[in-house]
């Protein structure tokens, strides 16, 4: 069964720490997409890859970096978490094609 | 550019009726994916239905259906029969794919239906 993993689910980080969100599919996926979901709002696209060691920016990716190691894997790091950085994170994966997105759980981040 | 606009914040509608909810976007390109998801109260993201911009027909799936009028940049999407558990919190978005941001998926801010006993 297709299915977009994401860990750790909830964490709670310190201002100016290193925080490291892990997404693993199993769907053979090309396509591998972060985004955030602030409270009430919609999901705004950080980074995206389409192959593996290749990344893309998104809309908003200040203050994040993206890792596309292999094809099942794609990693989100904050290098100095901030305050403005709690939010919910996203992952997907897409066949590139018109097959739609399938998405992750969601990771719950709380910066203090 | 690409860009996705809901404006309706939040529907309230009688359950076993029908609502609309309306979704505009920008693109440049000529052939574009649109999808409406569905975020339920646990979170969870769920794919409801697709339209591909090429298709003239308006896709349907179960109650869900699209009113797609291209000349506009609209995408609508149409529940019918409401049910109390079609409260949730619905999303458009595009995904473009003939120009360099192929694969780039855009979401709308979403719209809160709440549906009524």
């Known amino acids: ?112 | 550019a690409q860009k996705v606009t809901q404006t309706q914040t939040s529907i309230s509608v009688m359950e076993k009726t029908t609502v609309t909810m309306d979704c505009v976007y920008e693109t440049q390109d000529s052939s574009y994916f649109l999808f409406w998801y569905k975020q339920t109260a646990s979170g969870e993201i769920v794919f409801l239905i697709r339209q591909d911009s090429y298709k003239k027909e308006n896709a349907t799936v179960g109650h869900y259906s699209l009113n797609f009028q291209k000349p506009k940049s609209s995408i609508g999407l149409i529940i019918t029969a409401t049910q109390i558990e079609d409260s949730a919190v619905y999303f458009c978005a595009m995904r473009e794919i003939m120009n360099y941001n192929q694969g780039k998926l855009i979401f709308g801010q979403g719209t809160k239906l709440s549906i009524k006993p």
């Open chain 1, 1 to 112: 069964e297709a299915a977009v993993t994401q860990s750790p689910r909830s964490k709670v980080a310190v201002t100016g720490g290193k925080v490291t969100l892990s997404c693993h599919q199993t769907n053979n996926h090309d396509y591998m997409y972060w985004y955030r979901q602030d409270t009430g709002h919609g999901l705004r696209l950080i980074h995206y890859s389409y192959v593996a060691d290749s990344t893309e920016k998104g809309d908003i990716p200040d203050g994040y970096k993206a890792s596309r190691p292999s094809q099942e894997n794609f990693s989100l790091i904050l290098e100095l978490a901030s305050l403005s950085q709690t939010a919910v994170y996203f992952c997907a994966s897409s066949d590139g094609g018109h097959q739609a997105p399938l998405f992750g759980e969601g990771t719950r981040l709380s910066v203090l």
